[in-house]
T-cell receptor, first 114, second 111 residues
Framework: DTGVSQNPRHKITKRGQNVTFRCDPISEHNRLYWYRQTLGQGPEFLTYFQNEAQLEKSRLLSDRFSAERPKGSFSTLEIQRTEQGDSAMYLC????????????FGDGTRLSIL | GQNIDQPTEMTATEGAIVQINCTYQTSGFNGLFWYQQHAGEAPTFLSYNVLDGLEEKGRFSSFLSRSKGYSYLLLKELQMKDSASYLCAPTLSGGYNKLIFGAGTRLAVHP
């Protein structure tokens, strides 16, 4: 069990650029979640995958955000035309698809928009 | 809507006991998770309650009252490394454990 892996750890970009983050979940985990966390707040749910199917998207996820999990393993989160308000920590978590299994989080990608 | 309420900050002394309270109002409820998060790090799972009562896990215990929409996390024999944020996260019924996090309680443990 190597844990949930996210990269890059940090991303600094200019406003208006596109960015893509990657998440590699724990290998046997079917469920994958993306959250966003800003300073002093708890993580906010963005989206959920069960295998390759994206089953829920938060209203926080505007049209500029898209997430994929093409083969039911790793996932990507893309933000197009980044804005200042997108600066945050983007966390990925995964869990088993059995009852109330805990989610295991990656260390996150910290996005800073200049 | 969903509302989770926790104290923003708490301080305690090494070796002492501290209780972190959480009240919640959610549209549907399944169970409640507690996570620990050190600054700049990922949240890590501490405990899960689905039934009323106390769950004990070493130095950490968590309590749930479903009828009151109330939970607490009890930390015993505090150590300096317990200085962290503690996140209360109910999950909604009928789903796949979407976590609804509170803002968290920042605990500072002093010698």
């Amino acid at each position: 069990d190597t844990g949930v892996s996210q990269n890059p750890r940090h991303k600094i970009t200019k406003r208006g650029q596109n960015v893509t983050f990657r998440c590699d979940p724990i290998s046997e985990h079917n469920r994958l979640y993306w959250y966003r966390q800003t300073l002093g707040q708890g993580p906010e749910f963005l989206t959920y995958f069960q295998n390759e199917a994206q089953l829920e998207k938060s209203r926080l996820l505007s049209d500029r955000f898209s997430a994929e999990r093409p083969k039911g393993s790793f996932s990507t989160l893309e933000i197009q035309r980044t804005e200042q308000g997108d600066s945050a920590m983007y966390l990925c978590a995964s869990s088993l698809n059995q009852g109330n299994q805990p989610q295991h989080f990656g260390d996150g990608t910290r996005l800073s928009i200049l | 809507g969903q509302n989770i309420d926790q104290p923003t900050e708490m301080t305690a002394t090494e070796g002492a006991i501290v209780q972190i309270n959480c009240t919640y109002q959610t549209s549907g409820f399944n169970g409640l998770f507690w996570y620990q998060q050190h600054a700049g790090e990922a949240p890590t799972f501490l405990s899960y309650n689905v039934l009323d009562g106390l769950e004990e896990k070493g130095r950490f215990s968590s309590f749930l009252s479903r009828s009151k929409g109330y939970s607490y996390l009890l930390l015993k024999e505090l150590q300096m490394k317990d200085s962290a944020s503690y996140l209360c996260a109910p999950t909604l019924s009928g789903g796949y454990n979407k976590l609804i996090f509170g803002a968290g309680t920042r605990l500072a443990v002093h010698p």
